[in-house]
């Protein structure tokens, strides 16, 4: 089949955003193992310029490169990058997508842990927070050697090895180390103290196709609403050798983070119901929860006041905490050998490690809601008296270390190890894969309560386990998992303009529980114990048919249906775990009754690459595609507590509560004007409701009909590139529709548009300078300095919900030098 492809070149040698510039790519049938081992500019970090479009896939998929990555800001995450792509919805509260506890990523109406993430090719888990099965690509790859990522809006390739890309797939790769010696420096600098240096080694060709590199980076930057300072440490190293045979891939990756956290706004607004006066704190809520950290005295004074009593007590307890903070270290590896058997045919091996060694702490006071009446079960007070009176408050201060606060931390231990194996063989006009994926997977999670020293306290870069053992320990689970999946496909060229493919995966998850300590019954609310036993669950066949037309020279007509599913979530901590449930009873009737949910997906779409010559306008490139989703056996985790983020936790509620249908459409075209400069533009409309109503205890909840919450209607993405050698100008924007914000739709948060910007320039250097290559640049996030809802917390029906803010304006330079 003729390959539909279309390259161009800009005058600045550095390609553009989206669509014209290797940002948007359709990839072949295996493209999400494929792109780390090319040697092609998705693969060399800093190869950039070729506008590439192969367009030999039955689905919609989108490519950046890593060299747009870095344009955006040097040193986001990759899945921000994703933010300019039509049909998806990222947010978080800080510029560059790094802090974990406040992520939301939608694509088509699909939540984050509702897609399937890896990075070359090994899984990545589903980006839980507080995972349990993988880690984040932040922290698996650093960002300054992402060769590329692509993102797979429909269920994925069958072989992605995920148990959760319902609705899509990202993949991430690493880029290769070069075929030529060279040195990278970087420095990033700017807003609330940023500092992030970067360094990268290049061996180039060490003889017999072998070349290496070895990375490193560092970064430190001040929280923009507290007085916490976010980042860490991250090594890379990559091996590759090439021969006639094969190509041997050996990668590493390390990684230690630390990122004190926002605390979210809780909003409530109620009806008054009989003698209930009505609620609506909206007026009253802050727009920034920050923490009071260092100042420990300050703290203590704070929680001794009329002013917090006023607040815990009032709807949504707004209260401010000492400090929380998210602490991970990561350990990664893969190696990997593409084997060309015999012309035409090919055997790939890879198999991985991966070691997470995590803690979630949140410091604060021991008069929070709830929490008295949590630690009267481990510490009784006298018979009769209130778990809330001044002599137990009074007590539990002395407990905790005389400071009147409480450190609570989720203490996680990961353990992967896995490999994936795939044959591809082409025959006559069929091109067959075949593959499996086999992964055992070991985690823990412990809940526990350390004092908090007010003559030595605590830092949010503290592990407390290093400075004193727990005064209680709620619960410890023990989870392993066997996953294993398999697929094979076809792909066949009936014409040499027609191609069909078809195939199916099969998957099998069988998962255990041991809880080597029960919360006390009733301390953990909602509950009663912690389920033991065993959860298998298998699907045989989940089919996947799909076509490609080639109708011109220009144009390529693509549709594709797919069955998916997401495998139950392993973990005591996750809210949509059946392990996280509230008693043997409930895991039991929920083994027996519960279906996992999945999903068919349609799309179909029409593709198009043309030179033009209209008068200033020299070429457009585009694409068009429709969408409808049947998604069935929709899980939801009904919160135990009346403020969804109420610090004393407990046991969710879950249940399936229906359907769900979604339509919608992506439209999504760049126009170039000469080689100086070109326009994106992208407009996605996506129409997800619920099908059903559902109960929770007798009370009928009336979500039929209502919009999916979080995942806005509408959404427009700009990005307009001025490339005048050595200067390149490039401004984005982003537009995000309404949001609903509850199951009924009875809350909402309005749309708004932001901006971010860059300039940046390549130094011209003399010949005989010492560096090959110096790049200066400043980039601008949110321009306008707008105030408003970022990231929702959405866990209840209706009356509430939380919302992490948008982080202000902020200005960083760069420094970019080569050797």
Do not use: C
Not at 144 to 149: D, L, Q
Request: charged share 15%.
């Amino acid at each position: 089949m003729k390959r539909f492809l279309v390259t161009a070149r800009l005058s600045s040698g550095i390609a553009m955003a989206v669509l014209t510039s290797s940002m948007v790519q359709a990839q072949t049938l295996a493209a999400p193992t494929e792109p780390a081992g090319q040697d092609s500019p998705a693969s060399e970090a800093g190869v950039a310029g070729e506008i590439v479009v192969t367009g030999t896939t039955t689905r919609s998929v989108s490519q950046v490169s890593g060299v747009e990555i870095q344009k955006v800001l040097p040193g986001i995450s990759p899945l921000k990058a994703l933010q300019t792509l039509p049909g998806v919805t990222f947010l978080t509260a800080d510029p560059w997508g790094n802090n974990e506890q406040n992520i939301s990523l939608f694509v088509h109406g699909f939540n984050q842990q509702q897609l399937g993430y890896t990075l070359d090719g090994i899984p990545l888990g589903d980006q839980q927070y507080g995972n349990y099965n993988g880690l984040s690509p932040q922290r698996a790859v650093i960002s300054e050697n992402v060769g590329s990522i692509t993102l797979a809006t429909g269920a994925g390739d069958l072989g992605t090895p995920s148990t959760s890309n319902l609705g899509g797939t990202i993949d991430v790769f690493s880029s290769d180390p070069k075929r030529d010696f060279g040195v990278n420096l970087q420095q990033v600098f700017g807003s609330y103290s940023t500092f992030r240096t970067y360094g990268r080694l290049d061996t180039g060709d060490l003889g017999d196709g072998t070349r290496l590199y070895v990375s490193g980076v560092r970064q430190d930057a001040r929280a923009w609403d507290f007085r916490g300072k976010q980042g860490g440490y991250q090594a890379n190293a990559k091996l590759v050798r090439e021969d006639s045979h094969g190509k041997l891939t050996a990668y590493f990756a390390y990684s230690d983070k630390t990122e004190p956290n926002e605390d979210a706004t809780s909003i409530v607004v109620r009806p008054a119901s009989g003698t209930t006066a009505a609620v609506d704190n909206r007026g009253v809520a802050p727009y920034v929860r920050p923490f009071i950290y260092p100042d420990a005295a300050g703290a203590v004074a704070y929680y001794a006041s009329p002013a917090y009593a006023a607040v815990n007590a009032a709807p949504g307890a707004n209260y401010r905490n000492y400090y929380s903070d998210a602490q991970r270290t990561d350990y990664l590896g893969y190696l990997k050998y593409d084997w060309t058997v015999a012309p035409g045919l090919t055997w790939s091996n890879q198999g991985y490690f991966h070691h997470d060694d995590g803690v979630g702490v949140v410091a604060g006071p021991v008069t929070a809601a709830g929490l008295p009446q949590l630690f009267s079960f481990y510490y009784p007070g006298a018979a009769g008296s209130s778990p809330t009176s001044a002599a137990n408050l009074a007590r539990l201060s002395t407990i905790f270390g005389g400071s009147g606060i409480a450190t609570r931390t989720t203490e996680y231990r990961i353990d992967r190890v896995g490999a994936i194996s795939t044959l591809r063989f082409e025959t006559g006009d069929h091109k067959i894969e075949l593959g499996g994926w086999y992964e055992h997977q070991s985690s823990s999670a412990k809940r526990r309560w350390y004092a908090f020293d007010i003559n030595n306290p605590s830092t949010p870069y503290d592990r407390p386990l290093d400075l004193a053992q727990p005064l209680i320990t709620q619960y410890h689970s023990e989870i392993r998992v066997d996953e294993i999946q398999t697929h094979i496909q076809d792909a066949w060229r009936v014409v040499p303009t027609l191609t069909l493919q078809a195939g199916f995966k099969s998957t099998f998850q069988k998962a255990s529980q041991t809880i080597p300590v029960q919360p006390i019954p009733g301390s953990f609310t909602g509950s009663r114990e912690l389920p033991v036993g065993k959860l298998n669950t298998n699907r045989v066949f989940l089919p996947q048919v799909g076509a490609l037309w080639e109708a011109s020279e220009h144009e390529q007509v693509f549709v594709n249906a797919q069955k998916n599913i997401r495998q139950f979530q392993t973990s005591a901590a996750a809210g949509l775990s059946p392990f996280a449930l509230g008693s043997q009873t409930l895991f039991e009737f929920f083994k027996d009754n519960t279906k996992p949910e999945t999903s068919w997906t349609y799309e179909g779409g029409v593709r198009t690459q043309r030179s033009l010559d209209l008068g200033p306008i020299t070429g457009f490139q585009g694409q068009i595609s429709v969408y409808h989703v049947d998604f069935s056996n929709r899980l939801l985790s009904i919160s135990p507590n009346a403020t969804i983020t109420a610090i004393v936790s407990g046991a969710t509620v879950l249940q399936n509560v229906g359907s769900v249908k979604t339509d919608g459409i992506d439209v999504a075209g760049t126009l170039r004007f000469g080689s100086a400069f070109s326009i994106y533009n992208a407009l996605s409309y996506n129409n997800s409701r619920f099908e059903d109503n559902y109960l929770n205890g007798t009370a009928t909840v009336l979500t039929k009909g209502k919009k999916v919450p979080g995942s806005p209607a509408w959404l427009n993405k700009t990005v307009a590139t001025v490339s005048v050698a050595p200067f390149e100008l490039q401004l984005i924007g982003d537009y995000l529709g309404r949001r609903y914000a509850t199951f009924t739709n009875d809350l909402s948060v309005g749309g708004y548009f932001t901006m971010s910007g860059r300039i940046g320039v390549d130094v011209p250097l003399s010949q005989g300078f010492v560096a090959k290559k110096l790049t200066l640049s400043i980039n601008v996030t949110n321009i306008t300095d707008k105030k408003a809802e970022s990231t929702l917390s959405i866990g209840a029906a209706s009356g509430t919900y939380n919302f992490f803010p948008l982080a202000p304006r902020q200005v960083f330079g760069t420094i970019g030098i080569g050797f």
